[in-house]
């Protein structure tokens, strides 16, 4: 294995459904405002799925602009990796209808579970397939239809969400790459987020749909807490394990879970407000897809260019976090 090898991301891309829920269409479905809505999270609307449409759908549009991006044609892909926690179906994994959709058939495919944090972690297998020489390339997606296990009843949770989808193509590069990473996990504080209902716990069953078992549960400050404290530590760890400091930082971009956290997850670590990339006020928070499709944007919008040094941040139900430190390679 080659410790020196430079890894990083060589083609990106994003993919939303057309259908936009507003605030204000909210208002009609439960008791709250766009004022609440705005001032407590920043998010003003989000993209929804025609129902029925599955995750594996909105991945292979983002799979596909990102493999053209990075000029690597589908049956020369090695591995098929897919971070959500909506898949099409408890098994087989998602990564696997991604696989036969793009005509992929040279790949190895396969789902991770880490909630929000799951790109990151998922981008952090790709880098260790490639550096111990595995394979020579990875695509890596972060997808999710959580308005697939919305409670449209409960205006504690059902304001947070959306649906889309982000992909990246990860390979060896020539400079720059992703320079350090750091993962996390915190098994005792699983019941702060979850989705009870559906898995071999509790397996689907008139009383689970009646007990409304297949939708998010969420203890909304305590997550706000913990996620303020936790992405602060991993993004400041993933920095210090670059050996760079906050000036260095280009752009910092992180979950885009709700405004109010990512402003003092900003604070904390001493960073000005233009060093931060946002799109919470559009998309809403998309767990594993919502970091990706930011640093798709970041990269469009060109916030982000060749040698900038950026920092990925994420937390999620588990409760799980990642980071990492990328020099821009293109
Ligand atoms: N509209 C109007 N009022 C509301 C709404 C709403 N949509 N939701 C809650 N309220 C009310 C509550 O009922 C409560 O009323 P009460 O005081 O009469 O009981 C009041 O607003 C305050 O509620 P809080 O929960 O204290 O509000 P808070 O300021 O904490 O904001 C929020 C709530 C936005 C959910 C915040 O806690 C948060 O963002 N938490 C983190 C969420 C998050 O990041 N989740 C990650 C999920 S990612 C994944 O892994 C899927």
Known sequence: MSKSKKIGITGLGMYVPKKVLANKDLEKMVDTSDEWITTR????????????????????????????????????LEVIIVATVTPDMPFPSTACFVQSKLK?????AFD????????????????????????????????????????????????????????????????????????GADGNLANLLYMPGGGSRHPASSQTVNKRMHYIKMSGSEVFKFAVRIMTDAATRAVCDAHIACPDIKLLIPHQANMRIIDSVRKRIGLKPEQVFLNVAKYGNVS???????????????????????????????????????????
């Open 288 to 330: 594993a897809a919502s970091t990706i499709m930011a640093l798709c944007e970041a990269v469009e919008e060109k916030r982000v260019k060749k040698n900038d040094y950026i920092v990925l941040v994420a937390f999620g139900g588990g409760f799980t976090w990642g980071s990492c430190v990328i020099k821009w390679s293109y």
């Open 112 to 183: 991770i579970g880490a909630a929000c944090s799951g790109f990151i972690y998922g981008l952090v297998i790709a880098k260790q397939f490639i550096e111990t020489g595995l394979y020579k390339n990875a695509l890596v997606i972060g997808v999710e239809v959580l308005t697939s296990i919305t409670d449209w009843t409960d205006r504690n949770t059902c304001v947070l969400f959306g649906d889309g989808a982000g992909a990246a193509v990860v390979e060896p590069v020539a400079s720059g790459g992703i320079i350090s990473t750091y993962l």
């Open 104 to 108: 992929a058939k040279n790949a190895a």
């Open 41 to 76: 999270t920043g998010i003003k609307k989000r993209r929804i799925v025609k129902p029925g449409t599955p995750s594996s759908v909105l991945a292979v549009e983002a799979a596909k602009r990102a493999l053209s991006q990075a000029k690597i044609k589908p049956e020369d």
